[in-house]
């Protein structure tokens, strides 16, 4: 119990939003630390992508109907803002499934035998 929580509604919903998340990783057949560590790096390029996307729009609507330009702006920081939210939140929900799912296997991309 929190003050910023204090019946654990959010630790709830936050515990059945990532139950379901991890379900749909297994569904997928997602079971690898290579696995999971690709899925976060396609979440970023995909986030980065997204938000180019949206400066691009922004740059031209703004381009061709300036009388626009406040709404133009500050729907493009609302959408901005929700992504980094969603992509946030993925990013940790893919980093606790690392850590409770794939824990038990050896990370690939760091080898502890060096051959000379």
């Known amino acids: 119990m ?5 019946f654990n509604r959010l630790a709830r919903r ?3 939003e990532y139950a379901s998340f991890r379900q749909s990783l297994k569904d997928s057949g997602l079971n690898s630390r290579t696995e999971a560590k690709a899925l976060l790096a396609n979440i970023q390029r ?3 992508v997204i938000a180019s996307v ?13 009388e626009l330009k406040t709404m133009v ?8 803002l929700w992504l980094f ?8 929900f893919i980093h606790r499934y690392i850590k409770e799912e794939c824990a038990d296997e050896p990370d690939r991309s760091q080898r502890d035998d060096f051959r000379a």
């Open 54 to 66: 949206v400066a691009s729009l922004v740059a031209v609507t703004i381009l061709f109907l300036p």
């Open 2 to 6: 929190t003050l910023k929580d204090p």
């Open 85 to 92: 939210a969603i992509t946030i939140k993925g990013q940790g």
């Open 73 to 80: 702006i500050i729907f493009a920081v609302l959408a901005l």
């Open 46 to 48: 995909r986030a980065l």
């Open 14 to 16: 936050q515990q059945s």
